[in-house]
Structure formats: structure tokens, C-alpha cells
């Protein structure tokens, strides 16, 4: 009850306009990662009551659904390069001390990384900050960070975790191939405008020229079974209570 409450807060509040996402002071966002993280609130139905509106919530709601296929088709995400490096990560035991307890000397990655450690959450900008920060400017390996986050986040699964850190690193799927799948995922959120078998038709077009057609094929199933019988995301909510 508490996530689809908090859910009706964040449609009355972008009816007035989309928040600004990159202000972290005014902390904006919508918070739903933790519901949807434990299924209380449908990504789906999410989608559904915020595309009118909300587009870039809508464009993370699929992002978040992209990284759950990439996965499902790649299950070591959460500890082997998705794409490998040529190069090795440094080791430095005391850098990696200090980020993690926020002591950088950095204002903003300090101030992400003690958020984390006080509300078990971050801002989405100050997860993308720490993280490339750790990996770009230290050099350290991605997945100390992962570790890290998923030891404190309340929203942390291995998914979303792993595969925004290797996206982050540079390591993880590439983005010309992750961006048309994601703009595939898109259309399906969007079926219920569209229609089930038109959005289908739109993934396996975007994409079948560019993946591998088993890949494609396998995407469109699943997909098509999750929607099978949907008609409204009422409908899809009830199916899960």
C-alpha cells in the first residue's frame, strides 16, 4: 500500500510539470526504487500512469527492465566484465576506504557516498558521479563499488546494481546495441497505447537487423508472455495482488 501511495504522490506531482532530476539539493526523484525493487509497485503500471506525463521516469522504468534482460542473458554481470578490458584496475586499499566512507575530500562524491551510508539511498546523479569517479578518476574496479552499493542500498539488486556500475566502468554492454534495445523496451511499456502485437512487431524490427535473430526472438517471446492477457495495467496490478 505504501508504494502505490507513494506512486498517486508522484503522478499528482509531475502533472504540474517533470521534475528537474539533475538538482540533487532539491532531491526531486521519485523514490519508487525501493517498491519496485521488492515488487509493491508495478513497473508496468508505473509506465502506464506516468507516460502522459513523466516521460524520463518512463525512460528509466525501461532502463531498469533492459538491464533485468541484459541479465538474464548474461547472468555473471555481477562479477565478470560484460565486455572485457584491455586493462587492468589499480589497487589502493586507502583510496578505496575513503570513498566508501566519504572521505574523498570531493564535496559532491562525499556527500553521495555518506547519503548512502545515512539513508541506505543515493540520488540517482550522485550514484552516477561516485561510481565513475571510483572507476575513472581512482582507477579502481567496478566491482568494489558494486559491492559496496549492494551491502548498503535498500533498493540494491543484482540487475540494476551490477549493470549500471558496468555501464558506468565502460565494461558492460555495448551502448549503440543497449540503446536500440532500450528504445525497443520502450514500445513494449507503451503497448497499452499502441497496442500488444504492434508494440512486438516494433521490438522485433528495431532490433533483428542488429542482434542476434535467437536473441531477438527469445526477447519478444518473454515479453509477449508477460503481456499475454493484459489489457490495462489495472489488470496487470490485479493479476499480481
Known sequence: MAGRRLL????????????????????????????????CVSPLGAAQRLSGSAPGLVRQLAWRDFLHQV?????????????????????????????????????IVDAGMRQLLTEGWMHNRARLITASFLT?????????????????????????????????????MDFGQAMLIFVSLIAVLFLMHAGRDAALA???QRSGSYLDPALVDLFVDHAG???DGVESADAYEAALD
Do not use: M
Open 8 to 39: 498517486d504522490n508522484v503522478v499528482r506531482r509531475v502533472a504540474a510539470g517533470e521534475p528537474d532530476h539533475d538538482d540533487l539539493a532539491e532531491d526531486q526523484t521519485s523514490r519508487l526504487s525501493p517498491y519496485l525493487h521488492f515488487g
Open 71 to 107: 541479465t538474464a542473458a548474461f547472468p555473471a554481470i555481477a562479477t565478470a566484465d560484460y565486455r572485457p578490458r584491455a586493462t587492468g584496475w589499480r589497487r589502493d586499499d586507502d583510496a578505496l576506504a575513503a570513498w566508501r566512507s566519504g572521505r574523498t575530500g570531493v564535496p
Open 136 to 172: 575513472k578518476t581512482l582507477g579502481l574496479a567496478w566491482r568494489q563499488g558494486a559491492a559496496h552499493f549492494f551491502r548498503w542500498l535498500v533498493d540494491g539488486d543484482v540487475a540494476n546494481n551490477a549493470g549500471n556500475w558496468q555501464w558506468v566502468a565502460g565494461s558492460g
Open 202 to 204: 516494433d521490438v522485433r
Open 225 to 227: 508472455e508477460l503481456l
